[in-house]
């Protein structure tokens, strides 16, 4: 019986060239899913506003918000929810128009940013939204204990 000498395993290891285009992969396959799901959130919303009960439910937000309020004195509660929903949709439409249409798709991101921007002013221009925000800087600022 005759002994073969084991060689070692070699071990693969991918080339920097190799190891950067995976990571130009991976990042653009990130940007596509965050772009997406940014685009699926804003149209299921904006769609949303067009139903009664989403109407109503953004009413005290819409209301009390000193960027949006003017609007009930223009519209009923369904209309401005419609335009809401309108100017969402119209954003989640845009923003993935981007392989054509760069400008389109700047767009919509700003419409969508504007979108968000304005949604957080509720917290603080909602009296339920203030309580809320008071109380979660509260609890982020309370002293320690030291027993």
């Not at 982020?140 to 030291?146: H, K």
């Amino acid at each position: 019986m005759v002994a073969h000498s084991a060689t070692p395993a070699s071990t693969y290891r991918p080339s920097d060239d190799q190891m950067e285009a995976a990571g130009q992969r991976l990042e653009s396959v990130g940007q596509q899913v965050v772009r997406y799901g940014v685009v699926v959130v804003l149209i299921w919303i904006g769609l949303m506003k067009f139903t009664g009960y989403e109407a109503e439910a953004i009413q005290p937000l819409v209301a009390n918000s000193p960027l949006m309020s003017w609007l009930y004195g223009l519209f009923s509660v369904q209309a401005t929810s419609d335009l809401i929903g309108v100017a969402e949709v119209a954003a989640g439409v845009l923003i993935p128009l981007r392989p054509w249409s760069a400008i389109a798709a700047a767009v919509g991101s700003l419409m969508a940013a504007a979108t968000f921007a304005t949604t957080l002013t509720f917290l603080v221009s909602t009296p339920a939204g203030k309580r809320a925000s008071a109380a979660f800087l509260r609890s982020w600022w309370r002293p320690v204990s030291s027993s």
